[in-house]
């Protein structure tokens, strides 16, 4: 985990990270529990993807947060990828109530803060 712009300092109490590979289908699951949050600025984003995601190819899943801060009007959270190119990082996006989707900030996720997601992407 890191801001876009700083990257700050992220480390996690609890990682329990696991990926299923068939064929180019990869499924991602996780359960991250932040230890230390300081420093970054911009968008949350996650790195660490088993492998890059195929070029030009797009994938959204399911997240469930305990802590973090989202704006008041936000309707539902979900992971997504950050670019259209190929990469091996993904964001949370907050859907909000008449108004386009954004990507949380790196401000919003302290210490103590819980996130669970799940996904599958192509390579």
Do not use: H, W
């Not at 984003?45 to 195929?54: E, N, V």
């Not at 190819?57 to 950050?82: E, Q």
């Not at 949370?92 to 919003?108: E, P, Q, R, Y």
């Amino acid at each position: 985990l890191e801001g876009s712009t700083t990257a700050g300092t992220y480390t996690f109490s609890t990682n329990q990270c696991l990926y299923t590979k068939i064929g180019r289908q990869v499924s991602v699951m996780g359960n991250l529990q932040v230890d230390t949050a300081s420093g970054g600025v911009g968008l949350a984003i996650f790195g660490g993807l088993p492998f890059a995601k195929a070029n030009n190819s797009i994938f959204t899943g399911a997240v469930r947060t305990s802590g973090v801060d989202v704006d008041n009007s936000t309707m539902n959270l979900s992971t997504s990828s950050t670019t259209s190119g190929a990469s091996s990082e993904f964001g949370i996006v907050s859907t909000k109530d008449n108004a386009t989707s954004v990507f949380l900030g790196i401000a919003g996720i302290s210490t103590g803060d819980i996130i669970f997601f799940s996904f599958t992407y192509f390579v």
